[in-house]
C-alpha cells in the first residue's frame, strides 16, 4: 500500500519559516516525480515546487522561487519543502504528491500526481 506521510506543518507569523517532511512507503519511488501541492482556503490545489527523484532536478512556481526550497532526503524516498520569509498568503494546506513518471512538463500538472498524503496544515499571522 502507498503511503505518503507529511509532518512539519504549523503556525508562524510573516516572516518566519517552517520545514516540511514527506516520507513515502509501498512504492517505488525511484526516478519518479514528487511534488508539494497546497491548497489555500476558497482556493483550488496549486503545484508549490516539484523534484524528480532520479537526478534531484526542480521545479517550482515563481511566486515560490527563491522563498521555497525542494529537495530529498539521503534516502530518496523522504522529501522536504523548506519555506522561509513566509507570508499569510502561504497560508494552505500543504500535500505531498507522487507521480508514477519523470517531472519534465508536466511538473505541476496536478492530475499527473497519482498518490497523495493527507495534508499537513501552514498557518501563516499577519
Known amino acids: 500500500q502507498v503511503r505518503l506521510v507529511e509532518s512539519g506543518g504549523g503556525s508562524v507569523q510573516a516572516g518566519g519559516s517552517l520545514r516540511l517532511s514527506c516520507v513515502a512507503s509501498?512504492?517505488?519511488?525511484?526516478?519518479?516525480?514528487m511534488a508539494w501541492v497546497r491548497q489555500a482556503p476558497g482556493k483550488e490545489r496549486e503545484a508549490v515546487a516539484s523534484?524528480?527523484?532520479?537526478?534531484?532536478?526542480?521545479y517550482y512556481a515563481d511566486s515560490m522561487r527563491g522563498r521555497f526550497t525542494i529537495s530529498q532526503g539521503n534516502a530518496k524516498n523522504t522529501m522536504y519543502l523548506q519555506m522561509n520569509s513566509l507570508k499569510p498568503e502561504d497560508t494552505a494546506v500543504y500535500y505531498c504528491?507522487?507521480?508514477?513518471?519523470?517531472?519534465?512538463?508536466?511538473?505541476?500538472?496536478?492530475?499527473?500526481?497519482?498518490?497523495w498524503g493527507q495534508g499537513t496544515q501552514v498557518t501563516v499571522s499577519s
Open positions: 504528491a507522487l507521480a508514477e513518471t519523470s517531472c519534465g512538463s508536466s511538473w505541476s500538472d496536478l492530475t499527473a500526481f497519482v498518490y
Open positions: 523534484i524528480y527523484t532520479a537526478f534531484g532536478t526542480t
Open positions: 509501498g512504492y517505488p519511488w525511484n526516478n519518479k516525480c
